[in-house]
Every structure is written in structure tokens, then in C-alpha cells.
């Protein structure tokens, strides 16, 4: 019975929108020595043991924000919850939505893969997972009821993992591309994650999002009840008497460009060895 469950469980999660689903090859992510900064910057966010946080990671077209939310997931997924844990990461789940994809661009099994997701990296929750799922079969068809499925494929398992992971540092769920949903549900959807990010009965999770400065994502995001849980990338940041900007576009990310174009320059020569190579005064000048 619980096997059947967890098989119907499988085939409606949505595979292609895990970080590294072989459907989203090639797979965009930062090159070393790149995003030095942001990266830094984004990982002590998510160490953070306080309160849960959605970290909101916005800017154009093209700027690499799905790089840098992949190179995010990429990181948690290698990083234990604990060291003497043999499965459990501190990757909770992905969704990298899609427009061009029919169930990538919707919310209606957007909780059911975050849970199959959930389960599969914690055991111990599967037979809870299942259990909702017998409660309430309905809660796999994508019309039901956006704040039923939250409450049982989402709110109900962090809550079981609640003792567990009182001592461990956070879990981190990455949410890429938002402004390629469907624009019905997105306001419901960011409502619905910050209703569950208030929760104090369930453990401390971060969840970093990107998406493009749409209008209707900056109206939801901007509610006075977000305003407590959301932290905006870009935004200037300071400590320790010394303020700083961290941004996805601008002079900054020349150093970045500089390193794409010889990496990119030294690939064309591997597989074409007479392709000449630039010197690095015209590297800087294409990187300007």
C-alpha cells in the first residue's frame, strides 16, 4: 500500500524541474572563479540559524541567475545535514521552472516535487509523506486546492523533520525562474511559502529564489507580512562599519566576463589547436 503510494507520488513530481534533471542540459552553472562574491555572500545567508528566510535573487534577462541558483543547489547537495549522516543534504528540494515546458510553467505539482524530493533525501519522512497522501488522494491532481497541497505535501513533512533537525543547520530549497510560471498562482504561491516560512513549529529553512522584477512577483514579495522573511539580492549590505554592493549586472561582473572568455577561448583550442589565442589586452578589451 505504501509502496502504490509512493509510486503515484513518483509519477506526478515533476523530474525535469530537479537542478540537475538531465532535461535542463546543458546545465547553466558559474564558472570557478567567478560569482566569487555573491556566492560568499548568498552561502552565509543560508547558514544562518535565526529564522527562516526567503532569499530573493532578482535582476534582467541573461545576468546568470539560474547559474548561480544551480551552482547554490550544486553546493547544499554535496553538504550533509550532519557528519554522520550517510543521505541526508542540506538540499531539500528544486524547482527550476520553465516556460517552455508544460509542467515546468505551472504550480500544480509544484508541492508534490518539492515532497518527493523531501522524502527522498529523508527516509524517516516517507511513511508521514505516504500517509497524507492515503488521507487525502486528491491532493495529487493539480487542481486541488494550492494551500491544501502546501499543508500536506509541504507544512506536514517539514513538521516531522522538526526534532531531527534541531541542531542542524538549515535546509535550503532553490526556486529558479518564477517569472516563467504562469502568472494565475504566482501571487498565491509566494503567500503560501511565507505562510510556512512563519511557522515557528517547523524547523529553520531557507529557500533562495530568483526570477525577473516583475510587477505582480514585487507586489506578492512586498506584502507587509513578507516584508519579515524576505531578503533582496541585490541590496547593500553592511558590517562591521563597511557597506558594500553586491549586484548581478554592472562594472563588477567585468573580472567574471574576463574569466568566461578565456575559458571559452581555451575550450575553441583544445579541440581546434591551431585557433589562435587572444592576449589578455584584447580579453579585457571584449570583457569591457
Known amino acids: ?40 555572500f548568498i552561502n552565509r545567508l543560508l547558514n544562518k540559524r535565526e529564522k527562516s528566510q526567503i532569499i530573493w535573487l532578482h535582476g534582467m534577462a541573461g545576468v546568470g541567475k539560474s547559474a548561480v541558483a544551480f551552482t547554490v543547489a550544486e553546493r547544499m547537495k554535496s553538504l550533509k545535514i550532519t557528519q554522520n549522516t550517510k543521505i541526508e543534504t542540506r538540499l531539500a528540494g528544486t524547482f527550476f521552472f520553465s516556460r517552455n515546458s508544460k509542467e515546468r510553467s505551472t504550480t500544480g505539482h509544484f508541492f508534490a516535487t518539492l515532497a518527493y524530493q523531501l522524502a527522498s533525501n529523508f527516509p524517516s519522512i516517507r511513511n508521514n509523506v505516504n500517509r497524507a497522501v492515503r488521507e487525502n488522494p486528491a491532493v495529487l491532481d493539480s487542481s486541488k486546492s494550492l494551500r491544501d497541497q502546501m499543508k500536506a505535501l509541504f507544512h506536514k513533512p517539514l513538521w516531522h523533520l522538526r526534532l531531527s533537525l534541531c541542531d542542524c543547520p538549515p535546509l535550503v530549497f532553490v526556486i529558479d525562474a518564477l517569472d516563467e510560471c504562469k502568472p494565475e498562482t504566482v501571487a498565491d504561491l509566494i503567500s503560501l511559502l511565507g505562510e510556512a516560512l512563519h511557522d515557528p513549529e517547523l524547523p529553520v529553512i531557507h529557500i533562495l529564489l530568483t526570477s525577473r522584477l516583475e510587477e505582480r512577483i514585487c507586489k506578492a514579495i512586498q506584502k507587509e507580512e513578507m516584508r519579515t522573511l524576505v531578503y533582496e539580492i541585490p541590496v547593500n549590505t553592511s558590517g562591521e562599519g563597511v557597506a558594500g554592493t553586491i549586484s548581478l549586472d554592472g562594472e563588477d561582473v567585468d573580472n567574471d566576463i574576463y574569466i568566461f572568455l578565456q575559458h571559452s577561448f581555451m575550450e575553441l583550442q583544445n579541440r581546434h589547436p591551431d585557433f589562435p589565442q587572444p592576449a589578455a589586452d584584447k580579453l579585457t578589451q571584449l570583457a569591457n
Open 1 to 40: 500500500m505504501a509502496e502504490g503510494t509512493w509510486e503515484k507520488l513518483s509519477q506526478v513530481a515533476v523530474l525535469g524541474a530537479e537542478y540537475d534533471s538531465p532535461e535542463r542540459q546543458p546545465h547553466l552553472k558559474c564558472l570557478e572563479g567567478t560569482r566569487v562574491d555573491l556566492l560568499k
